[in-house]
């Protein structure tokens, strides 16, 4: 799911940061921490990938949430609901990957008013980035991470 193909991965993409989690690891906080599960993360990643997608497309937007923290908001809990938001990610990730893939010439030049189309693209990896980190680091703590991993 990295929006970007390199040379290599130094950081799996997050398909592989979410391959085999259940709910009940999607779910799972350290004990006494302050952040976010797997899923609550998910949500978030689903929310600004599907701002972007909606820009790009020149679609109205979906109503702001009141702060930032309230694109971790997990509304429903069990199994079908935690594969539902996965397969939100990805087919929201989809369509945007088609949008940026059909970006003309000039959609990464910067300047002018506002953000340039691919300005807010690599805003958007970064944070992708950012949050898969997250994930890793959290499947790790709860034992679900494994050992040895090839990219």
């Keep these: 799911m990295g929006l970007c193909h390199g ?3 130094l950081v799996p993409p ?7 989690v259940n709910s009940e690891q999607a779910g799972w906080k350290p004990q ?10 998910v949500n978030h990643l689903t929310y600004y990938k599907d701002r972007l997608l909606r820009k790009l497309k020149g679609l109205e937007q979906e109503p702001q ?18 594969q539902k938001a996965v397969a939100r990610l990805k087919s929201i ?8 893939e059909a970006l003309e010439e000039g959609a990464y030049d910067w300047g002018g008013a506002g953000h340039a189309p691919g300005e807010e693209v690599m805003s958007l990896i970064l ?9 890793v680091l959290l499947r790790k703590l709860q034992g ?8």
């Design 7 to 9: 040379y290599g991965r």
């Design 14 to 20: 997050l398909s592989d940061a979410l391959e085999g």
């Design 32 to 41: 006494g921490a302050a952040g976010n599960s797997i899923w609550e993360t």
């Design 65 to 82: 949430p009141d702060s930032n923290d309230d694109t971790f908001t997990v509304k429903e809990s069990g199994e079908e609901a935690w």
């Design 93 to 100: 990730h989809a369509q945007l990957r088609e949008v940026i």
């Design 127 to 135: 944070h992708d980035a950012y949050h898969t980190g997250q994930i």
């Design 144 to 151: 679900s991470w494994p050992s040895t991993r090839r990219f």
